[in-house]
């Protein structure tokens, strides 16, 4: 889509003018490319965001249709729709105008602020995970029994078997897959939290990014967090602090954490060899994971 209709500051004030004029003279700058979306910082308190993959509209629309409910109840500063573009002869998909959320993504910064940022992301996730309803969307990856990612996890820790510790990793794998599964109904998941889906200031973690994964499930694939996104040691005062995962919980969050770092590790891999679709910076993230995944017991 993108080789067609090129997205720059032209088409997007384009946009504005066309389907949103009394916003479409506020100042555009900060452009950045992530996996699924382009965003354009729109003056101060707004994003403009622009689908840059075949999914990434779906993706919008979801979050569209559920984020605005959900936001109120979360401590942390999210990225909440408040407009959609509709498809036209400029543009030919769905987009969004959802506010801003400052911060610097954490792929790219440090957590110095260790207890701070375990009670955030803990308050954050307590204040997630409540009761989906029944309409709420699934997620063929996220939220779903890691039995079912088997093939997956398997064929991907192979790939990436020199230089990490394979037996180890697997260790943590096996035992999670043999926990117990949830026992209460599914609760809503952000899905996809890694380091470049939270922002930090201060130190600290400021605010959660990209719902595009959004969806119900099993509360450990967002609980794998604890090992994705903070520093080692931290996870014993992150659970502390959430309150609400028993000892097989805390298993499948260990097990969803190792399957995330193998993914981070092969996108961080293609950034290495200049590939489509990779991120160095990613890698790095993967195996601080595997790291404290190792060293935190």
């Known amino acids: 889509m993108s080789d067609v209709f090129e997205i ?18 506020l100042d555009l700058h900060g452009t950045v490319t992530g996996w699924d979306n382009q965003l354009w910082r729109l003056g101060d308190e707004l994003a403009v965001r ?42 030919p998909k769905h987009w969004t105008i959802a506010t801003w959320v400052p911060g610097e993504p954490l ?43 088997a093939h997956d996890f398997t064929e991907g820790l192979k790939d990436i078997a020199s230089g990490v510790d394979f037996t180890g990793a697997r260790d943590i794998w096996e035992d999670a897959v043999s926990a117990p599964g949830p026992q209460g109904p599914p609760v809503w998941l952000h899905g996809d939290l890694h380091p470049a889906n939270v922002v930090v200031s201060g130190g600290t ?32 005062r992150f659970f502390d602090t959430y309150a609400h995962a028993d000892e097989a919980t805390v298993r499948r969050a260990r097990g969803w954490a190792v399957y995330r770092a193998v993914g981070l590790i092969h ?22 994971t595997l790291d404290r995944l190792l060293t935190d017991g």
């Open 8 to 25: 720059d500051e032209a088409l997007v004030r384009s946009l504005l003018h066309e389907q949103h004029p009394d916003l479409a003279d």
């Open 50 to 91: 622009l689908p840059c993959t075949e999914r990434a509209p779906d993706l919008l629309r979801k979050e569209h249709h559920w984020l605005p409910a959900l936001a109120p109840r979360l401590p942390l500063p999210v990225p909440t729709p408040l407009r959609i573009g509709e498809p036209s002869t400029r543009f």
């Open 107 to 149: 792929d790219r910064a440090t957590i110095s602020r260790d207890d701070h940022a375990a009670d955030a992301l803990a308050e954050f996730l307590r204040a997630l995970h409540v009761d989906a309803p029944a309409d709420a969307p699934a997620n063929p990856s996220r939220g779903v029994p890691l039995g079912t990612l």
């Open 205 to 236: 973690l400021s605010g959660v990014i990209d719902f595009g994964e959004m969806c119900a499930g099993d509360p450990a694939t967002d609980l794998s967090a604890a090992w994705l996104l903070l520093p080692a040691g931290a996870a014993a």
């Open 267 to 288: 996108i961080g891999r293609a950034g290495e060899q200049g590939l489509p679709g990779g991120k160095r910076t990613w890698g790095v993230a993967g195996r601080a």
